[in-house]
């Protein structure tokens, strides 16, 4: 991974689909110091099994008199794109107010995906970097160092 030059103030976005950590960088651009500003964390999704309990709808050409097979939902997907667009929320309001001048997203492809098509102008005009890739699961400190190669 390439490391990354953080600015002091600068806002880091480590996220997934179900968790993210909002952080600031109170140190340099040569020492990391990165603090919590927010830990946001989706409700509980249960398993599919619970969601969802008739088996995939089939639909019928009338036509031809064939019939196919309609794909399931896929609720855990459409609860990571909901939980993506309340952080998106968060991020344009503060990008709005002006609470901070740069932004890092940290994220997994698909979380990365979802956010970017969520934000607004002012907050997609502040992002430095993108980094592709899940650190939800390290510890603060641990991140700073992936990030910097520090």
């Known amino acids: 991974m390439q490391e990354l030059w953080i ?10 689909g179900r968790k993210a950590l909002m952080l600031r960088n109170a140190g340099t651009p040569q020492k990391p110091s990165l603090e919590v500003l927010h830990v946001l964390q989706d409700d509980p999704n249960p398993p599919t099994r619970e969601q969802g309990t008739d088996r995939p ?14 794909g399931q939902t896929d609720w855990h997907e459409i609860a990571e794109e909901k939980f993506a667009a309340s952080v998106a929320a968060r991020l344009n309001a503060a990008a709005r107010d002006k609470r901070f001048e740069q932004l890092v997203l940290v994220a997994p492809p ?6 970017r098509k969520e934000l607004d102008a002012h907050a997609q005009g502040r992002i430095v970097a993108e980094v592709a890739k899940d650190l939800t699961k390290h510890p603060v400190p641990e991140i700073a160092r992936l990030l910097t190669g520090g």
């Open 57 to 70: 709808g089939r639909a019928m050409q009338s036509n031809l008199g064939i019939r196919s097979a309609v």
């Open 7 to 16: 600015a002091h103030d600068t806002w880091v976005l480590v996220g997934d």
């Open 110 to 115: 698909a979380a990365l995906a979802s956010l």
